[in-house]
């Protein structure tokens, strides 16, 4: 079963504060995978809480990982039923930061992150390092965030790009239907500092059909 796209949101702040928000255009569905996208001016200020109004738990796929500035990305699987409000909320006030909200469906529930891999750098070619997810059906979610810049990007090929908010925060993401080796990638221009995240997500897995067939080869027929 497949992993699928169901929405997105995101927002970015350039004044001083201490909590970000963004809305979803609807309610989340239960069951579903949300994940948050996250990207703030400081090299040394961290994500105090991630939280929604569904009263998720957001677990850390990877990061902070920190150049000149800092990136980073949570996740929930198996969501509470209605999550429209995310926040996330700093240790101290940062100047400039941006979020991105993804809502999928089809993931697997509270296990549902496989591998990662991270990068940093100021080149305009963006990539992680390549990663062999563990089974079909994975849904690869991609990440950049260079907080100070507005430059434009572009998705890697084969990837969507479900949100840009601003050049600030991008999230990108490729439903791979078999395991394949591959990375994350973007292109901008200018050499900005930016940080980048790949993690892939494992799709929900259905029982096998009882068929009549398998039920008749389960027993021994008896005369009487």
């Known amino acids: 079963m497949p992993i699928t796209f169901v929405q997105s949101s995101g927002r970015d702040i350039t004044t001083s504060h201490s909590v970000i928000t963004t809305n979803f255009p609807v309610s989340s569905s239960a069951g579903n995978l949300l994940t948050a996208s996250l990207a703030w001016r400081s090299a040394t200020v961290t994500v105090s809480a991630v939280t929604d109004n569904a009263a998720n738990s957001y677990t850390s796929a990877a990061g902070p990982v920190t150049n000149k500035f800092r990136s980073q990305m949570f996740y929930v699987g198996n969501a509470s039923l209605g999550a429209t409000i995310l926040s996330a909320a700093f240790s101290v006030a940062v100047t400039q930061s941006a979020i991105v909200m993804v809502e999928y469906s089809g993931a697997a529930g509270l296990s549902v992150l496989d591998v990662i891999s991270v990068s940093s750098g100021n080149t305009n070619a963006i990539n992680t390092s390549n990663v062999t997810p563990n089974q079909d059906d994975e849904m690869w979610v991609c990440m950049v965030g260079k907080v100070d ?56 897995t259905a029982a096998p059909a009882v068929t009549a067939a398998a039920i008749d080869e389960s027993y021994t027929m008896t005369a009487f």
């Open 149 to 204: 810049d507005t430059t434009g990007l572009t998705p890697g090929a084969g990837y969507t790009e479900r949100q840009d908010i601003g050049g600030r925060v991008a999230v990108e993401d490729s439903a791979m239907s078999v395991i394949v080796t591959n990375s994350g990638r973007w292109t901008t221009a200018g050499g900005p500092d930016w940080q980048c995240i790949l993690a892939t997500f494992k799709a929900a």
